[in-house]
């Protein structure tokens, strides 16, 4: 994720226009329609599907099959820059574990129709794992990174369905986020403490979903230099998650940085947890 203010002398006034009750929400959202990586030129087996969101707009995502007996399918959710294509290759590595992978572009991402919003993207959410449940029978995880960890906290608390979520680099709350960004540079500084309380609502928020996602395992994974969403925002969440949880601080990654940074052992851990989730722990 990456939240974009102006940091120059005259920013405070585009800062003070953009954060209004009508355009504080943009701050948090950057897509586009560039095509970064292309799995056909991969040779990458996919498919490229379409279906509705609750009010009715398409969504568009990549369906990556398993590579062998599917042990479950996971749903990526990506963060606020870009579109799938720019995102895919960070989850691409499920489906050669063994895991079917669902890769969405939210409302107004990509090639989905309508705009992003904090409402939408919750709702794209809960449609993309309803699509995933109408294909196929294999249990349902999410894994969430950035904003898209946001959106993925809510979508496993809404959805009793889904069996298990990976969060990585997820913040506590939208208004903390955008405090956090402020407070990034000395000309925006004296107003982390004014616009983020009066214009970035507390709703639909990480913090108020960690508790309902119990008792579905939860694995919270962040980088120790991430300088967007910092990690203390990963260790508080993780304090107000219910068992079963897990928190996994990388080292010297950065924002997003995570998987370069373990290597094979951040592969290995995600698909893991995923594994461990999906097994049947029903009695005899």
Same mark, same amino acid.
């Given at each position: 994720?990456?939240?974009?203010?102006?940091f120059r002398?005259?920013?405070f006034?585009?800062?003070?226009?953009?954060?209004?009750?009508?355009?504080a929400?943009?701050?948090?959202?950057?897509?586009?329609?560039?095509?970064?990586?292309?799995?056909d030129?991969?040779?990458?087996?996919?498919?490229?599907?379409?279906?509705?969101?609750?009010?009715?707009?398409r969504l #568009?995502?990549l369906?990556?099959? +398993?590579?062998?007996?599917?042990?479950?399918?996971?749903?990526?959710f990506?963060g606020?820059?870009?579109?799938?294509s720019?995102?895919?290759?960070?989850?691409?590595?499920?489906s050669?574990?063994?895991?079917n992978?669902?890769?969405?572009?939210?409302?107004g991402?990509?090639?989905?129709?309508?705009?992003?919003?904090?409402k939408? #993207?919750? +709702?794209?959410?809960?449609?993309?794992?309803?699509?995933?449940?109408?294909?196929?029978?294999?249990?349902? *995880?999410?894994? *969430?990174?950035?904003?898209?960890?946001?959106v993925a906290?809510e979508?496993t608390?809404?959805?009793?369905?889904?069996?298990?979520?990976v969060l990585?680099s997820c913040?506590? #709350?939208?208004?903390?986020?955008a405090?956090h960004?402020l407070?990034?540079?000395w000309?925006?500084?004296?107003?982390?403490?004014v616009?983020?309380?009066?214009?970035?609502?507390?709703?639909?928020?990480?913090?108020?979903?960690?508790?309902?996602?119990s008792?579905?395992?939860?694995?919270?994974?962040?980088?120790?230099?991430?300088?967007?969403?910092?990690?203390?925002m990963s260790?508080?969440?993780?304090?107000?998650?219910?068992?079963?949880?897990?928190?996994?601080?990388?080292?010297?990654? *950065?924002?997003?940085?995570c998987?370069?940074?373990?290597?094979?052992?951040?592969? #290995?851990?995600?698909?893991?947890?995923?594994?461990? +989730?999906f097994?049947d722990?029903s009695?005899?």
């Amino acid at each position: 994720m990456r939240l974009i203010l102006p940091f120059r002398p005259w920013g405070f006034v585009l800062v003070l226009t953009a954060l209004t009750a009508c355009g504080a929400e943009r701050i948090f959202y950057y897509p586009n329609r560039i095509l970064y990586a292309d799995p056909d030129k991969a040779g990458i087996r996919y498919n490229l599907v379409n279906y509705p969101s609750a009010n009715g707009e398409r969504l #568009t995502a990549l369906w990556f099959p +398993a590579e062998g007996p599917a042990l479950g399918t996971v749903v990526h959710f990506h963060g606020n820059f870009a579109n799938m294509s720019n995102h895919f290759p960070a989850s691409f590595f499920l489906s050669k574990r063994g895991f079917n992978l669902l890769v969405f572009d939210y409302q107004g991402y990509g090639a989905s129709e309508g705009k992003a919003n904090r409402k939408n #993207t919750v +709702a794209d959410g809960l449609a993309s794992v309803q699509w995933v449940l109408e294909k196929s029978t294999a249990p349902v *995880g999410i894994f *969430g990174q950035s904003l898209g960890a946001a959106v993925a906290s809510e979508t496993t608390a809404r959805d009793p369905r889904v069996k298990a979520v990976v969060l990585e680099s997820c913040f506590t #709350t939208y208004r903390a986020a955008a405090k956090h960004v402020l407070k990034q540079n000395w000309v925006t500084w004296p107003f982390a403490w004014v616009f983020p309380p009066l214009f970035v609502r507390r709703t639909l928020d990480p913090w108020d979903a960690m508790e309902k996602i119990s008792p579905r395992p939860v694995f919270l994974i962040h980088g120790t230099d991430d300088q967007i969403v910092p990690s203390w925002m990963s260790e508080k969440l993780f304090s107000r998650a219910k068992e079963p949880k897990r928190l996994w601080l990388i080292p010297g990654a *950065g924002h997003m940085e995570c998987r370069r940074r373990a290597g094979r052992a951040y592969e #290995t851990a995600v698909a893991a947890f995923f594994a461990d +989730a999906f097994k049947d722990k029903s009695p005899g």
